[in-house]
């Protein structure tokens, strides 16, 4: 059984740093997708980044490249995802996800081409 599980989130001021994990376990594949979403109240979930177990290949979304940073561990079967120069745009509840390896393809990397999601973490971000 899979099992993902976020830890990390907070309050910070907008222009501050916040750093997510995700502890992953169950997993039987040794290559598969990994990443974050994120969803606030009233939107729905987009992705923020990604990266492929194997490879490390990542990727962002656009609202957050050159200012988050995705990492794994696969020692320690983590994940995690550093935020800097945060802005009160991004708050939202974020989730860690996993799927097969070809959810990370630029074709995919939607909410629905990932089948376990952990609980979420809220961010909040003020101005």
């Known amino acids: 059984q899979v099992q993902l599980v976020e830890s990390g989130g907070g309050s910070v001021q907008a222009g501050g740093s916040l750093s997510l994990s995700c502890a992953v376990s169950?997993?039987?594949?040794?290559?598969?997708?990994i990443g974050w979403f994120r969803q606030a109240p009233g939107k729905d979930r987009e992705g923020v980044a990604g990266i492929r177990s194997i490879g490390g290949s990542t990727y962002y979304a656009d609202s957050v490249k050159g200012r988050f940073t995705i990492a794994q561990d696969n020692g320690k079967n983590m994940l995690y995802l550093q935020m800097n120069a945060l802005k009160p745009e991004d708050t939202a509840m974020y989730y860690c996800a996993a799927a097969g390896a070809i959810a990370c393809d630029s074709r995919y990397r939607g909410a629905a081409d990932f089948g376990y999601w952990g609980q979420g973490t809220q961010v909040t971000v003020s101005s």
């Open positions: 169950g997993y039987t594949y040794s290559t598969y997708c």
